[in-house]
């Protein structure tokens, strides 16, 4: 986003085109520089969370280093784990500190920091599989494509291609997964977490496979 330069012009006058304008060095109260630092920073804030961040970094808690740091609008934001199929964590508010993952003399490299609690989170090898629950399956990662309030994986589950959009809810209460299978469909299909039976996912009636993925109530 291109933010136009700000002209103290006399009044009644404009600058000629093609020409630089003079700039009028006008103290200001220093309330009113304090006002205007914010309103600029409010408005870079809402500029970079209007659209889909993604970051490939090493992250915190136990995440694989392959995952994917995805900051949606609104303020939700996961971690996607290629080797799982799945997302394994899910925090709220700000996005990414990256300073400490970016290497210097002497420096050791640390996972970066969440900008807001966890607000979701689970574990188990490929919780996403075909037939017997009991079966682990083999997952290849193919791709991803960023959409205006969301984000498309591509992968294939024991060569059953999977195309798997994820975004926020509007009240932002859960992240919804949304799994698309082209072939494979009329087979049964379970989710299995660590700690938790499997369940059994049934399509909707586009015949897409949704996971809700509650987001508990961030504490201060």
């Known amino acids: 986003m291109t933010f136009p330069l700000c002209l103290n012009l006399p009044p009644?006058?404009?600058?000629?085109?093609?020409?630089?304008?003079?700039?009028?060095?006008?103290?200001?109260p220093a309330g009113r520089v304090a006002t205007l630092v914010l309103l600029l920073t409010?408005?870079?804030?809402?500029?970079?969370?209007?659209?889909?961040?993604?970051?490939?970094?090493?992250?915190?808690?136990?995440a694989s280093p392959s995952s994917f740091a995805l900051g949606l609008p609104g303020g939700v934001n996961f971690c996607f784990d290629p080797l799982r199929g799945a997302v394994s964590y899910v925090w709220t508010g700000g996005f990414l500190?990256?300073?400490?993952?970016?290497?210097?003399?002497?420096?050791?490299i640390v996972p970066a920091k969440l900008l807001g609690p966890l607000t979701y989170q689970e574990?188990?090898?490929?919780?996403?599989?075909?037939?017997?629950?009991?079966?682990?399956?083999?997952i290849e990662f193919n791709g991803y494509s960023l959409r205006k309030d969301a984000v498309e994986f591509r992968y294939t589950i024991d060569g059953v291609p999977v195309r798997e959009e994820i975004q926020a809810r509007a009240d932002g209460t859960a992240l919804v997964r949304r799994l698309h299978l082209?072939?494979?469909?009329?087979?049964r299909w379970w989710y299995v977490?660590?700690?938790?039976?499997?369940t059994e996912l049934k399509?909707?009636?586009?015949?897409?496979?949704?996971?809700?993925l509650p987001l508990r109530k961030a504490t201060p």
């Open 193 to 198: 977490m660590d700690g938790k039976p499997a």
């Open 12 to 28: 009644g006058t404009a600058a000629a085109p093609g020409r630089t304008p003079f700039i009028r060095n006008e103290k200001r």
């Open 123 to 138: 574990s188990g090898v490929a919780p996403l599989r075909r037939g017997d629950p009991a079966r682990v399956p083999s």
């Open 42 to 62: 409010a408005v870079l804030t809402s500029a970079a969370r209007a659209e889909v961040q993604i970051e490939r970094a090493f992250l915190p808690h136990g």
């Open 182 to 187: 082209s072939v494979g469909a009329d087979a």
């Open 203 to 212: 399509p909707d009636s586009n015949g897409a496979f949704v996971l809700e």
């Open 97 to 108: 500190d990256l300073t400490a993952t970016r290497p210097g003399p002497g420096k050791f």
